[in-house]
């Protein structure tokens, strides 16, 4: 069965589906305000839609990583052929989609937290043409990423999500927002052009023999890149574990580690989300911030495995920092959105823990985090954005007993509270479980992942600290008279909940979608460290 | 017999003919129409089309016209294209530019000079003798200082003509004081020629060192490369805007021709044949990248940082168009066709770009007489039509994709790395990070800053629109489907004598 509609497969419609939503809502007349809503709400709903039969129609069985086979859905097709030139060679570039095991929790968390931003935009005021249209050009953006296979379409995508980022945090933002926005934009743009040069590296040094016409070609095939054998001997990146390796690895590395963001490169991070409008928060915690995790799971890992296992504990030490870190700067926060900013470092720093330990639980745990955390994120960042609407203002100390006024509300932020700091039967628990797991088993990170747990602790104070400051205690009078949640904040509240307690419950509805994907890049990336073993 | 070749080449020397042809035509047309300007702007519009059509009929020929003065070849064949379609697009910003307008009376002059440049630049990129050399570039700058000094009525535009004539002057002084000396050593005028006395018997080298610094001198001054960089500003601020865009673009691609034929003909190793994948060998290894590698880091460098501190967004630009000349000498000294090539597409991408940014900065100055940072202030919402535009433009600038830039960028960036200069590329990589930072700039005073009561809605020809548009789409469409202009390039690499 293929899933095509009008010839064009289901992955280019569900990751091109907003730029028509874009082209639409840029024809609407300025006055139609509802109308630009409502087509935003419709596109991202259909790309709901998309993501669940893509769900419900993936082979459980099939690897994926690195070979063409293993990936479902796929398209292909060239994009730039130029013919050869005796001295530059031909130059192919695909417009290579599919999806694996990794890829699928990520498409769907964007369908899913795409949707939701919109809802939760729609009280904004200003120039709200620009906003729908830069939101759904972004949402393009995010999908892309996730579902190339194909280096340079990767980057583009990559690239794209920059400037409707920049235009939608400096524009709609909060007052400090020019600063945030060109901190943001210059980080990313810092990382992506250490990106680039790796990636034209990857380029000159990795040949396929083309099928068609059996002349040698250099490719930007993300698969083919993971083939040793498929590098050019004497090209820039040929052999095992060189110089030139750990460089454009290390390149790589930087260019992903700003987006997830890895100490020492998060500050813009704070800034970022403080400044965001609540909707933009939502998306940069909940898909952001996953797609630097997934570039390296998806890129750095397989194409340079004996990398990956030299600088396990590097990674894992990082994550440690993270970790801990991240969870004392949360503790000292009075803003509330600052506080969850720092609390997305403390948690990326458990997906990049369950990597470094580069075994099935600590990636699975990884990855499941990777889409628990962008849930849980999301819904903190919208129980900030219900009590800033009301109050204009996110001081911790401002408020108390809100679980009187607001009883509703209270529940529904228990949920996410509790699923942050990692309650057993809410999702947040299984995956922080399996990440720690994982890296306790190797001997080399027993001693961090210990250290690491610190961190759990940290999390349930500042958590806990947090709850008891705004909800409980006694009753501000200056807040008596808050409206509790309506029936909008409800509807993008309850899917978010019910997912964390669903996957809480019976986490194998996600883990038996990761299991072959991650078992194979285990692998993968095991048997690319034996081949270190053999050249001394 | 001498004669009848000279006849014989005429027919391959049409595109110049025709530019002088109109060059007359033009002059003859402003003294019969004096109060009708658009006449010579009809003039030398058609005269530039014919001259463009003549050399895209060149395409394919490889030969050398008038004893070895000229060549018409692939290379000289696209940068004549490049030279043509910039000055096409800038009379049609003239007929629109208020600044150039206001003086009816001169628009004769101000076309016929424009054609003369052109001219100048036409015979640069095809130029294969040091003499020609000389005097092609002595044509266009002579033009060029006139242009720049052409509203007379404002002071800082005769000031930046009269910086501009010293600069030229001494830096045009010290090259041909080099091209003597390359004379003396080589005992020939000829490119190839100088290279076969050359590969013959070597030369002292303090002496051929020497020479080339001095030759560099005058091309480092039309390509705006720093330390040879200091007129740029103050020209490209005082002269109208409409010059300014040409002179950012096409004298500077017809400076990059004339460089790289003279490096690459003069100094390749012709002993050493059939190196693989278009890379050369400097005779005797002769290190002249090494020279074009310390100008190239200091103008990325120093274009890109002076430009953050810019508010006058002709001074932005010019800063900018200095540092996108330091990125393009990245392909220069790479002594691989694939670095050359990298440049011809970069060309491409740069001028419709630059170009495009220039214009909407001319627009804004049509409609508010200023043009400072702060006339952009919130035009996002009272124009969106030439704000979004600028932003493509400056995110193309950036190098982002999906633009026309990031293409541009790619390829300087393969060739470098192809070339193993990987501390160059890294060089280059965190530039285009600097500039990200002025070119936000001006994003940031269009859209995150609300325009104040006093600033009006901008209302834009339909004309204008459609120039606008002619610009802003290639910078989008080359972003995502740029294969003919990399095919062009691959093929537009060829100088005659070589390969």
């Known amino acids: 069965m293929t899933f095509q509609l009008f010839g064009i497969g289901i992955l280019s419609w569900i990751t091109f589906l907003p730029v028509i939503g874009m082209i639409i809502v840029l024809l609407i007349p300025k006055e139609a305000r509802s109308a630009m809503k409502w087509t935003a709400v419709g596109i991202t709903f259909l790309q709901v839609v998309l993501a669940v039969v893509i769900y419900a129609n993936f082979n459980y069985n099939l690897g994926g990583i690195n070979s063409q086979e293993g990936m479902q859905f796929v398209e292909k097709a060239k994009w730039i052929d130029i013919k050869s030139v005796s001295w530059f060679g031909r130059v192919l570039i695909e417009y290579f989609l599919g999806v694996d095991g990794i890829s699928v929790p990520m498409v769907i968390l964007t369908a899913l937290i795409s949707f939701i931003a919109v809802i939760a935009s729609w009280k904004i005021d200003k120039a709200l043409k620009g906003y729908m249209a830069l939101l759904l050009l972004l949402d393009t953006g995010m999908m892309g990423v996730f579902v190339a296979l194909d280096f340079f379409l990767f980057y583009v995508f990559w690239e794209l999500m920059l400037l409707p980022m920049y235009f939608l945090i400096g524009v709609w933002g909060g007052p400090r927002r020019e600063y945030a926005a060109i901190k943001f934009f210059l980080y990313t743009l810092a990382g992506s052009v250490l990106m680039l040069l790796a990636m034209i590296a990857l380029y000159f040094s990795v040949t396929i023999i083309d099928p068609a016409s059996g002349e040698k070609l250099h490719t930007f095939n993300l698969l083919a890149m993971m083939n040793p054998a498929n590098f050019e001997p004497n090209s820039l990146l040929a052999g095992f574990g060189t110089h030139m390796r750990a460089l454009a690895y290390v390149a790589l590395f930087i260019g992903f580690a700003i987006k997830v963001p890895i100490f020492p490169f998060h500050t813009w991070l704070p800034d970022a989300h403080v400044e965001a409008p609540t909707a933009i928060s939502v998306i940069l915690a909940g898909v952001l911030l996953k797609m630097g995790a997934y570039g390296l799971i998806r890129i750095s890992f397989p194409i340079f495995p004996e990398l990956a296992q030299k600088y396990a504990f590097a990674l894992a030490i990082l994550a440690f920092i993270n970790i801990v870190y991240g969870a004392l700067c949360a503790m000292a926060q009075t803003d509330f959105k600052k506080l969850i900013a720092y609390s997305s470092v403390s948690h990326m720093g458990i997906v990049l823990l369950g990597m470094s330990a580069l075994n099935t639980q600590g990636m699975m745990g990884a990855v499941f985090q990777m889409f628990n955390h962008g849930t849980i994120t999301a819904m903190l960042f919208l129980i900030v954005g219900v009590i800033y609407d009301r109050a204009h203002t996110r001081d911790l100390n401002a408020f108390g007993g809100l679980a009187l006024t607001m009883p509703k509300y209270t529940g529904i932020m228990t949920v996410a509270f509790f699923a942050a700091l990692g309650l057993p039967g809410l999702s947040g628990f299984v995956s922080e479980a399996f990440s720690f797991l994982g890296a306790f088993q190797v001997d080399k990170l027993r001693v961090i992942t210990m250290a690491s747990t610190l961190g759990i602790v940290l999390t349930a104070a500042y958590m806990l600290w947090t709850l008891q400051r705004v909800f409980l205690g006694k009753a501000n009078e200056k807040w008596s008279t808050m409206p509790d949640v309506d029936g909008r904040e409800i509807f993008m509240l309850a899917p978010l909940a019910i997912i964390i307690l669903v996957l809480g419950i019976y986490p194998s509805f996600m883990l038996n979608i990761m299991t072959s994907s991650v078992n194979h890049l285990v692998d993968l990336v095991a048997k690319g460290g034996a081949a270190v073993a053999l050249i001394p | ?499």
């Open chain 2, 1 to 499: 017999m001498f004669v009848q070749q000279i006849i014989q080449n005429l027919i391959h020397f049409l595109p110049e003919m025709v530019l002088t042809a109109t060059f007359c035509i033009a002059i003859l047309a402003g003294l019969i129409f004096r109060n009708n300007s658009k006449v010579v702007g009809w003039v030398a519009f058609i005269g530039v089309m014919t001259a463009l059509l003549f050399v895209i009929n060149q395409s394919g020929t490889s030969e050398e016209i008038f004893s070895g003065m000229i060549a018409v070849d692939p290379f000289a064949v696209f940068f004549k294209s490049l030279t043509a379609i910039c000055a096409l697009i800038i009379i049609l910003f003239s007929a629109y530019s208020v600044e150039v307008q206001t003086t009816v009376k001169r628009m004769a002059e101000y076309y016929a000079l424009l054609i003369t440049m052109t001219l100048g630049m036409f015979l640069m990129a095809g130029a294969t003798n040091l003499l020609m050399m000389v005097l092609a570039m002595e044509l266009t700058s002579y033009s060029s200082y006139i242009l720049a000094g052409y509203t007379k009525e404002a002071s800082d535009s005769s000031e930046a003509s009269l910086k501009y004539i010293i600069y030229g002057a001494v830096s045009s002084g010290v090259m041909l004081y080099g091209v003597s000396i390359l004379f003396g050593l080589s005992g020939a005028m000829n490119y190839s020629g100088i290279n076969r006395a050359l590969t013959l018997s070597a030369p002292n080298y303090y002496a051929l060192l020497i020479a080339t610094i001095f030759i560099v001198v005058g091309f480092g001054y039309k390509i705006s490369a720093v330390p040879f960089h200091f007129w740029t500003p103050d020209v490209y601020e005082g002269a109208p805007i409409t010059i300014t865009a040409f002179l950012s673009v096409a004298s500077k691609a017809a400076g990059f021709a004339m460089m790289m034929r003279f490096f690459k003909v003069i100094f390749i190793d012709t002993t050493i044949l059939a190196l693989p994948s278009g890379v050369w060998i400097s005779l005797y290894h002769f290190e002249w990248n090494k020279l074009l590698v310390i100008l190239s880091v200091l103008t990325m460098t120093l274009g890109n940082l002076v430009a953050v501190w810019q508010d006058n967004l002709k001074r932005l630009l010019a800063y900018s168009s200095i540092a996108h000349a330091g990125y393009m000498l990245m392909g220069v000294v790479l002594l691989s066709d694939k670095g050359v090539a990298a440049v011809l597409i970069y060309f491409v991408m740069y001028l419709f770009m630059n170009l495009g940014a220039f214009y909407v900065v001319m627009l804004v100055a049509n409609k508010t007489g200023s043009e400072d940072i702060s006339a952009f202030r919130g035009l996002g919402y009272r124009s969106p039509i030439i704000s979004v535009a600028m932003a493509i433009f400056l995110v193309s600038l950036t190098g982002l994709p999906p633009t026309a830039g990031f293409i541009g960028k790619f390829y300087l960036f393969s060739a470098v790395l192809d070339a193993r200069w990987i501390w160059l590329a890294v060089v280059g990589a965190v530039n285009s990070v600097i500039s990200l930072y002025y070119y936000a700039r001006v994003l940031r005073y269009m859209f995150l800053r609300d325009a104040k009561d006093n600033l009006e809605n901008l209302h834009i020809l339909r004309i204008e629109a459609l120039i606008l548009l002619v610009l802003a789409i290639p910078t989008l469409i080359f972003g995502l489907y740029f294969a003919p202009i990399v095919d062009l390039a691959n093929a537009s690499v060829q100088m005659f004598g070589l390969h």
